[in-house]
Nanobody, 126 residues
Framework: QVQLVESGGGLVQAGGSLRLSCAASGRTSSSYAMGWFRRTPEKEREFVSAISWGGGTTGYSDSVKGRFTISRDSAKNTVYLQMNSLKSEDTAVYYC???????????????????WGQGTQVTVSS
């Protein structure tokens, strides 16, 4: 089992920055590829970014590419999402997730993830 806890959400003005953190616990939590997804009342859960279990491979949705950066600190079992140049359309609940199977590259598909955090709200005011 892997437990995930997100933090770092909040209210920020358009153009500002936030850094989300996802602390993972569990015996082998560092062996899992991790992803960030987001959900709004109008949209289903959508992929934002993912990082491989070793940290060497990352992926981003087109809507955040060039503005968001995913990283992980294996020693701390924590994954980060640095969000810069935030836009009002980035407003959502952000969830981190761990893949179903270990040693993955980081899937874009939410059903490939078996463990989810509780979510953290990000609100960008225009």
């Amino acid at each position: 089992q892997v437990q995930l806890v997100e933090s770092g959400g909040g209210l920020v003005q358009a153009g500002g920055s936030l850094r989300l953190s996802c602390a993972a616990s569990g015996r082998t939590s560092s062996s899992y590829a991790m992803g960030w997804f987001r959900r709004t009342p109008e949209k289903e859960r959508e992929f934002v970014s993912a990082i491989s279990w070793g940290g060497g491979t990352t992926g981003y949705s087109d809507s955040v590419k060039g503005r968001f950066t995913i990283s992980r600190d294996s020693a701390k079992n924590t994954v980060y999402l640095q969000m810069n140049s935030l836009k009002s359309e980035d407003t959502a609940v952000y969830y981190c997730a761990a893949e179903r199977y270990g040693h993955g590259l980081g899937s874009l598909i939410d059903r490939d993830y078996a463990y989810w955090g509780q979510g953290t709200q990000v609100t960008v005011s225009s």
